[in-house]
């Protein structure tokens, strides 16, 4: 493979990556003539403070989703899988072992540039690539000038790049989200849409449902997004109708099936993460995941952490012994909302305005015996929610 003549490195911790980053790494790569420019997102900068820095992966993924269609943008995830501090002289090693014979050029903010000579080996720095900067402002320029002469009298081969910059900082980004603030018009909308997906820099833990609608557009397609709606107006209904906490209920339909559009290995993930033990069966049953996933997303992602509205969404597909009303209005409201036509649906609405148990028991019926035609296991926690709905009916229990 042919090596590139000229090699840029743009480093940083890209949280996120936003259009000014664009913008940087294209002039850039324009004025030095460069073939190629790395995009290095930091795994952990000794320059940053560490709290507010998400989870690499996530600013790695951005970075991607942002180059995407960046001429000459290649990201590069060597500080990433190198794990641990980030130090530059480690990186640019690196990059050398992998482009031998490309000069290489250190792109850095005036602020990394004005310190460069307080930096872990400065010299082996300079003496494998040029060290590049762009001034904030006129004064800057001046200061930069002057620090630049300095480097280049110790060997340096030093640019100050006049570079046109967009007034856009990932801490302004990130407020922005934090205050469920508009900020489409700084990222792609690619990077827009994972940041909400993802529940970065979001105010975790408080309730506002136009956040939540763009957090779910973000993870699933428009008819998972209509029935989640009508979930939650089917589940508030019902709340109403037999005493449950209607908000919860507005809030545990709204978010039932938040991970249902997510890959079957990513839903794992999040039930690993959220620390939720599996019975053998939920194991072994991928279909299950969804709602498990769900509830721990809800409550370790975004930060909603009440356990009625857990259980409601954690067992809204089997049901389990011992409901809740929420998690009973959530199980049936997930079988009677305004888009549903299967067969039957009349008849369960009915059997829902005349008592949960009888609704329960027509819906758990249909689900078991359509799990036993096709030869597929049954969740424990649907045999005994079915079996305590069936002997409550029985015994001429609730009816309300
Ligand atoms: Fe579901
Ligand atoms: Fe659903």
Redesign the pocket.
Known sequence: MKQPKRVGIFGGSFNPIHNAHINLASAFAKKLKLDKVLVIPTANSPHKDPDTLIDPMHRLNMCRLACDDVKKAEVCDIEITRQGTSYTVDTLSKIKEMYPDSELFLLMGADMFMTFDTWREPDKIISMASICTVPRNDDDEKILREKGKEYTAKGANTFILDLKKMDISSTMIRKLAYNDEIFSKYVDPKVEKYIYANYLYMNKGTINYARFDKVLKARMGEKRYIHSVNVAIEAQRLAKKYGADTDKAKLAGTL??IT?ETFSNEQLAIINNSGIELNFIESSSPKLW??IA?AGFVRDVMGIDDQDVFNAIRY??SGREKMSLLEKCVFIA?FTGAERDYDGVDEMRTLADKSLEEAMAFGLSFSISDLAKRRLAIDPNSLACYNEVVLLLGKGGNKK
């Open positions: 039932h099936d249902k969804h709602a769900g809204h597909t997930d």
